[in-house]
């Protein structure tokens, strides 16, 4: 059985297959062909000494493409920050019933953030959560502080800087009250959360992230 699947076939079963043989020379004539057409514009000698013992990839391969990195725009700086007066507030918008409509945003929001302001809510659980709240809009009164000068202003806090609050005053003005030394009172449907300026001596965004530890009675 092996024997008759290795053998040759004849004449008449390759003419009746429509089988043509092939022997070495037209192989050869086939190979060099392939190559003139794929390697056009090289005469016969070139395209020979272009194949003597090297490895020829027939296939087209394509370069990688190269990643190009985003450049990230670059934000202002504190010098051009202050040069553009982006945080400075105009006098004609330093008005006291501007900012009511945002105070009143500020104590649902309050509200929204401690699951309802009620009578038998937890002082402690709330105290933590105005920690990290946003006081934008709050309306804060400094209570104690090393400058008498400071104690009983009040006001609607339109900026949280690191080191400063700045609120409008019933009397449209302006106050720059520094954090340090100072103690402030924070009041919202009956409850009142003193703030600690020394110890909170952050931006409103850096603060969110904090853990603020229990601690004892702090000196002015």
């Excluded at 391969?61 to 934000?75: P, V």
């Excluded at 009511?100 to 809510?121: A, F, M, T, V």
């Excluded at 402030?184 to 850096?206: M, N, P, T, W």
Aim: hydrophobic letters at 35%; one cysteine or more.
């Amino acid at each position: 059985m092996e024997r008759l699947i290795h053998s040759r076939l004849s004449e008449d079963q390759k003419k009746h297959m429509g089988l043509q043989s092939q022997d070495g020379g037209d192989t050869a004539a086939f190979t060099q062909a392939f190559i003139k057409n794929s390697i056009p514009g090289r005469s016969k000698e070139a395209v020979e000494k272009f194949m003597d013992r090297k490895a020829v990839v027939l296939e087209f391969s394509r370069k990688k493409k190269e990643k190009r990195r985003k450049k990230r725009s670059k934000g202002l700086n504190a010098k051009q920050r202050r040069e553009m007066k982006i945080f400075q507030l105009k006098p004609e918008h330093q008005r006291y019933e501007l900012f009511l409509p945002l105070h009143e945003l500020w104590k649902q929001y309050i509200r929204d953030l401690c699951n309802g302001l009620k009578p038998d809510s937890n002082p402690q659980m709330i105290q933590q959560k105005l920690l990290k709240a946003d006081f934008h809009g709050a309306i804060i009164t400094v209570s104690k502080s090393k400058c008498p000068s400071y104690v009983g202003t009040t006001g609607i806090l339109v900026q949280e800087m690191k080191h400063v609050f700045k609120v409008v005053t019933k009397e449209d003005k302006l106050k720059v009250i520094p954090k340090r030394n100072s103690v402030f009172a924070v009041e919202i449907d009956g409850f009142i959360s003193h703030i600690y300026g020394s110890k909170f001596q952050l931006r409103s965004s850096e603060r969110s992230a904090k853990k603020f530890k229990a601690k004892g009675t702090m000196d002015l």
